[in-house]
């Protein structure tokens, strides 16, 4: 069952996880998996759930079910980090030396899917932020080591030019599991 937005949600910073939940109204909440470190200042204090942030996961949860064999509660808990990546985290600046350049000029969107190739690892992201030349992803594989000591796990987000960016082919109907 996909949930729908209502007057009653909010943002909150979780003080006993250190990190950004949304409550859903009586006794409901959801936690991200974002610690006050990315968060912008706004994001530490309660804050309504807007017509905006609605708008945008609905457009998720209509989408996402089209693109990737999700369960619902895998696509309520992408669309609500995704919602959370592109109005509450701090901007990021790129750091696409760590992923292959790609041989394919792509066209980057909010909600379009892509690959990332990092040290000959192909792993799936989700554009939630899209800028004249770069893209803030939230990775939805289950994680890509960057380095060795750096490593993004699934909802993690990272800002890369879209000369990084890997079209998918036709073939995907990857099965995403979220945690």
């Known amino acids: 069952m996909l949930i729908m937005p209502n007057t009653d949600w909010q943002w909150e910073f979780n003080e006993e ?6 409550s859903l109204g009586s006794d409901m909440a959801f936690l991200t998996p974002y610690k006050s470190k990315l968060l912008i200042p706004d994001a ?31 696509i309520v808990q992408t669309a609500l ?3 959370a990546a592109n109005f509450l985290l701090k901007p990021q600046m790129p750091k696409s030396w760590f992923f292959e350049t790609s041989s ?15 040290n ?5 992201v989700l554009v939630v ?17 960057l380095n060795g000591t750096k490593q993004l796990v699934q ?12 079209p998918l082919k036709r073939q995907l109907s990857k099965q995403v599991v979220a945690a």
């Open 155 to 166: 909802f993690d987000t990272i800002k890369v030019m879209h000369d990084r960016l890997q």
């Open 81 to 83: 980090n995704a919602t």
């Open 17 to 22: 996880h250190k990190q950004l939940s949304i």
């Open 104 to 118: 394919e000029c792509v066209y980057s969107e909010v909600g379009k899917l892509f690959n990332l190739i990092c």
């Open 44 to 74: 530490l204090a309660s804050s309504e759930f807007t017509v905006e942030h609605a708008k945008y996961y609905i457009s998720l949860l209509e989408w996402l079910p089209n693109a990737l064999r999700m369960s619902d509660a895998a």
């Open 120 to 124: 000959g690892q192909r792993v799936l």
């Open 129 to 145: 932020e899209n800028s004249l030349q770069a893209s803030t992803v939230l990775l939805l594989s289950q994680s890509c080591q």
